[in-house]
């Protein structure tokens, strides 16, 4: 049986996806190093000790993501926005809209029956609308990513805030801890910016079928329940895999690809 | 190639110190509404301004306000660190609401770092329409900036310069349209990088020298092989761009080729030639505000639309790069009305909203492309 | 934008909104309190109109007359035109055309709604104009592309050459919607012939594409009516003006915003002469014991807002001005430049007259009226050029003994922003204190009102002017 991979080096984490026969055997994520390669180098090794493998065993790796110019082990490249499409396509095999909130960008593509993505907008601003921007918002906060995606629930009031720029917003947020208002409803602010920022993207594409989010913020359900009341449309949940290995998938699938498109090379 | 390449990669090139040590003039403009065939026919080197070469923006961000297109900023940095001392006259237009600002910027930074306004500083009203009074208006305004180029550089514009200067430019026009026969061809056997090279290089040589390089360089494409490997072939269009180095970050190791566009800087309407005989004045401003139609114009989205399509068609265009600088409402909104109206026509699109100058964002810039690239496979 | 608001017509809920309001004060106090309570997010700014007195309910009445005039102009048999607010509508009224003024409807959807219009100006976004566009247009304007208010015959707009970014959200809402569009074109000079003749020229072209798509031939008696009420109109906002020279200003900061925004959305109908009287009266009664405006009754300082108010929600700016006792001398959006009045004797040439003896007598009056209208009078050339925006505001703000000069746009105001900071290095050479505020007037998204008031209240802390 061949063993494909997929790495994405992304801004903020790096991720690898090792695939057998269509299955994820084996899989890894780490913070972002300020190196690529290096990224890509310790996120592989991860990843190969979860499946119990080595470097060698893998026939064919496509590479993605910002750093996917400086991986040393990979064959191919694609773009984050083709392996998104594919990676989606796998998870939810209806999709047809799908939504990634990357580390510092944000894409909105629509894709066809086989995950090629047919149009897609990508986000020109600075951090705001971007994983990052929640970071730096829950840095502030002094919690985790993780909790502030549990914000939202608790707020009937959440704060506006200046959406337009992570900086103005962080000095806005500042303020409100200052002035003493309730945490939630200023996690439920930040969230609500975040989506109506991710929300005008989507909407750009006009959204189609099921939708699916990727990337990291697929995890934080304040953001995916404010966006899903402002396009009005359920945002499909997947168990399938981790919605942030989106891109890493595609990238595995892309692998394989090629391997069938070489005599011999395939299953 | 060389010779374009080096012409537009610089502000200052060589043709233009050339010019300047044989003692004569030289005026900037910075919109593509300014016939320069009126400072050809006054034996002026007509130099269209560029914010090349900037690499910061502290004088830029000065007087700009931070809501503004980095076009202009670019400019006023050059302006304000000397890059442009080689003027001896400047022409602002309000091509836009940020570059008629350039004529407050320029001449209040003028008070804080000398010697950077020259003493013939002038504002070239363009009107916002054609019809009748705009024309009007238009006319009247060639004949002031005349009157003021005659006064300050002691000079004298006749009908019969104006003519020759008209015949010289369309001697260029011509040759250009061979080069866009060229890139029409299946096969395409030029770079659009080579091609933007060349058509800039006409708005900053002097224009006798770029007639001549022109014939050369076409004689030498005539015999050219195709480019090698099968290409997928993009038109650029949007914003003002000047960058050779964009050109370059889609083109080189890519499997595009951009076989045309729709900017102010390349090939627009070039293929245009100015009638010769006739009120050369009136002949100029026929063409100069009727037939390059920019979304300053307003209201004639069609027409822009009409325009696309005949180049698409042309062509054979397989995707369209809407760019637009940001802060330009302008392009960014036009390209929202083409994205709609193109996609619908089967033509994949994508929009991207950048800085103008060095690019330093080529990473998310070639993410979109590459991934755009991806899509129309 | 999100989909339940695609369910409701815009133009219907805020005329509504505004009938229901303009109804209220006529009831008694208990009834107005009542009332009250089921404005909660309106409740800032009904406070303000219902305690204006009868200025106030002479505000809403209008209001809520221009948007009854929307909804019911179809039936009428009427075409309704989207234009700009530096455009005297007596135009359109005088060829039986409804205006819909995108600013002043944004201005009044950010008053009013508690999350502004911010879904209405996604949505122009969404369809394909670029973010940074101006949120004065995309705001209304977005319900219009969205195709939930009335339907549009036609645009006009008159900013092409001072506010370019103006005109191409008009452009695209004429291309968006597939509409006849029509553009005045302003040059970079006023007051000399060559440019009078030019708006001349530009108006009749204008009057053509007005009878070419309202099938009707413009009626020169009814216009001449109209330019009169408009000039007496104009006449009551004189008096009013020269009462910003008076200290303290008898009139609160409400009534800036009443006289403009009827100005430019209701000039040559009766409800706008009775809301002008009423102020007026008000503001001479209150002149002649030496009262202030503002609800202290103290006036601690005197600003001149140099461009535009700030308009989100429930009228934040203005109750902000009212605590701390700031009265402001106008903004660049108050003055309309008649020949007689005050301001214009000190700048020479820059004031209109008027004349209605003959059809031609008339449109060169509305082209020099309407190119003396805000923004495109004073920003259409460079700023310090003669009677452009430099000497303009210093002339105000000496003669109205402003203090402090405050500039409020928006992001999207590249004709501004492409040179206040000199602009305003210019002013403070000048003697006066400058702020230059980073928000947009329109949209809280930008800069939240809690970060624009700190900053405002750290410059008066910071220049000892409060």
Request: neutral net charge; aromatic residues 10%; hydrophobic residues 40%.
């Amino acid at each position: 049986m061949t063993i494909v991979a997929g790495c994405d080096v992304g801004s903020l984490t790096s991720k690898v996806v090792i695939m057998k026969s269509g299955r994820i055997v084996g899989s890894a994520i780490i913070k972002s190093r300020p190196k690529p390669k290096e990224s890509a180098e310790v996120v592989m090794q991860a990843a190969l000790d979860t499946a119990g493998l080595n470097m060698d065993d893998i026939a064919r790796c496509t590479g993605t993501g910002y750093g996917r110019e400086k991986i040393s082990f990979v064959r191919d490249i694609r773009s984050e926005i083709s392996c998104h499409g594919k990676g989606a396509r796998w998870l939810l095999p209806s999709v047809r809209t799908i939504i990634d909130i990357g580390g510092q960008d944000c894409k909105a593509m629509k894709v066809d029956g086989d995950g090629r993505v047919i149009h897609f907008v990508a986000n020109d601003k600075c951090a705001s609308g971007t994983g990052r921007f929640l970071e730096v918002m829950a840095g502030v906060l002094g919690i985790s990513i993780e909790e502030l995606g549990m914000f939202s629930t608790g707020s009937n009031a959440p704060v506006t805030l200046a959406s337009t720029c992570t900086v103005w917003a962080q000095a806005d947020v500042i303020k409100f801890i200052n002035s003493g208002v309730p945490f939630a409803d200023i996690g439920a602010g930040i969230n609500g910016a975040m989506a109506k920022r991710v929300a005008i993207l989507a909407n750009t594409v006009k959204p189609e079928g099921d939708i699916l989010m990727t990337g990291g913020v697929a995890k934080n359900t304040g953001v995916v329940n404010t966006l899903e009341k402002l396009l009005g449309r359920k945002i499909k949940k997947t168990r399938k895999a981790d919605p942030q290995m989106a891109g890493a998938i595609g990238a595995a699938l892309f692998s394989m690809e090629k391997l069938k498109n070489i005599p011999g090379g395939g299953e | 190639m060389h010779f374009f390449y080096d012409a537009v990669t610089r502000i200052e090139n060589h043709a233009i110190t050339r010019w300047k040590q044989s003692g004569k003039k030289v005026v900037g403009y910075t919109c593509s509404y300014v016939p320069p065939e009126i400072f050809h026919a006054a034996g002026i080197l007509p130099v269209r301004l560029r914010g090349i070469e900037t690499d910061g923006m502290e004088i830029g961000d000065a007087y700009f306000g931070p809501f503004i297109c980095s076009f202009p900023k670019c400019l006023l940095q050059q302006a304000g660190k000397g890059e442009f001392s080689f003027l001896d006259g400047v022409l602002i237009i309000p091509g836009c609401d940020a570059m008629r600002r350039l004529d407050e910027c320029w001449r209040k930074a003028g008070e804080d770092h000398q010697g950077i306004v020259p003493t013939w500083f002038e504002y070239f009203d363009v009107p916002h329409k054609s019809e009748v009074h705009g024309m009007n208006w238009f006319v009247q305004e060639i004949r002031n900036l005349i009157e003021r180029i005659e006064r300050q550089f002691g000079v004298s514009v006749t009908g019969t310069a104006l003519r020759e200067s008209i015949r010289e430019y369309n001697r260029g026009r011509r040759l250009l349209k061979t080069v866009e026969t060229l890139r029409a061809e299946k096969n395409v056997r030029v770079s659009g990088t080579d091609v933007f090279s060349a058509t800039i290089a006409g708005t900053v040589l002097p224009r006798e020298e770029y007639t001549r390089q022109l014939e050369k360089w076409l004689e030498d494409l005539s015999g050219r092989d195709p480019l090698e490997g099968e290409k997928k072939r993009l038109m650029v269009i949007g914003s003002i761009a000047d960058e050779i180095d964009l050109f370059q970050l889609i083109e080189n190791g890519t499997d595009a080729v951009v076989v045309a566009e729709n900017l102010c800087f390349g090939v627009r309407y070039e293929g245009n030639e100015i009638p010769v005989n006739g009120d050369p004045i009136l002949s100029l401003a026929r063409h100069y505000l009727e037939t390059s139609v920019c979304p300053r114009m307003f209201g004639k989205y069609k027409q822009r639309l009409a325009l696309l399509r005949e180049k698409i068609e042309r062509a054979g265009v397989e995707g369209v790069i809407l760019q637009n600088i940001r802060f330009c409402d302008l392009h960014g909104s036009e390209n929202g009305l083409f994205q709609r109206d193109l996609e619908a026509e089967g033509i994949p699109c994508l929009r991207l909203e950048r800085e103008y100058g060095p690019l330093k964002e080529t990473g998310r810039i070639k993410l979109r492309i590459d991934a755009f690239l991806e899509q129309i496979a | 934008m999100r989909p339940e608001l695609k369910e409701y017509n815009y133009d219907w809920m805020m005329g509504k909104t505004l009938k229901a309001a303009a109804m209220v004060p006529g009831g008694t106090q208990k009834e107005t309190d009542l009332a009250l309570k089921y404005l909660p997010y309106y409740h800032g700014v009904a406070d303000a109109f219902f305690n204006a007195g009868d200025p106030g309910i002479q505000l809403l009445k209008m209001l809520s007359q221009y948007y009854e005039n929307i909804l019911t102009a179809r039936e009428k048999g009427k075409k309704i035109v989207a234009t700009t607010f530096c455009q005297t509508p007596a135009i359109f009224y005088a060829m039986d055309v409804v205006p819909v003024t995108f600013e002043v409807l944004t201005a009044l959807g950010g008053l009013v709604w508690k999350r502004g219009l911010f879904d209405y100006m996604d949505y122009c976004c969404e369809v394909g104009m670029s973010e940074t566009s101006c949120s004065s247009q995309r705001g209304a304007m977005g319900a219009y592309l969205a195709r939930l208010g009335e339907e549009i015959d036609f645009v006009v707009c008159d900013t092409p050459g001072v506010c370019d970014t103006n005109a191409n959200a008009f452009s695209f809402a004429a291309t968006y919607l597939d509409k006849p569009y029509y553009q005045l074109n302003y040059p970079s000079t006023l007051g000399d012939d060559r440019s009078e003749k030019y708006h001349l020229d530009d108006y009749k072209e204008m009057i053509k594409f007005l009878e070419k798509n309202t099938g009707k031939k413009m009626d020169y008696d009814r216009l001449a009516a109209l330019i009169k009420i408009v000039d007496q109109q104009d006449e009551l906002i004189g008096e009013l003006e020269d009462m910003f020279m008076l200290v303290p200003v008898p009139m609160p900061p409400l009534f800036n915003l009443a006289m403009y925004a009827g100005r430019f959305a209701f000039c040559g109908h009766e409800a706008f002469t009775r809301l002008l009287s009423s102020m007026l009266e008000w503001a001479r009664t209150q002149a002649k014991q030496g009262h202030s405006g503002l609800k202290s009754g103290k006036e601690k300082l005197r600003a001149y807002m140099c461009y535009i108010d700030h308009y989100t929600v429930d009228m934040n700016f203005w109750h902000y001005l009212d605590e701390r006792g700031i009265a402001t001398v106008g903004s660049i959006l108050s003055r309309n430049f008649r020949d007689i009045s005050t301001y214009a004797q000190f700048l020479e040439g820059s004031g209109y007259g008027v004349d209605v003896s003959s059809p031609e007598a008339m449109i060169d009056t509305i082209a020099q009226m309407n190119a003396r209208l805000p923004m495109v009078r004073s920003i259409r050339g460079p700023y310090d050029k003669r009677n452009m925006w430099l000497e303009e505001t210093l002339a105000i703000a000496k003669l109205c003994h402003a203090q402090c000069i405050i500039y409020n746009g928006t992001p999207g105001c590249r004709n501004t922003w492409g040179m206040v900071k000199p602009f305003s290095r210019d002013l403070e050479n000048q003697g006066y204190p400058v702020h230059i505020m980073n928000d947009d007037a329109f949209d809280d998204r930008v800069e939240s009102w809690d970060s624009t008031r700190e900053r405002l209240d750290e410059f008066f802390q910071v220049r000892g002017l409060l």
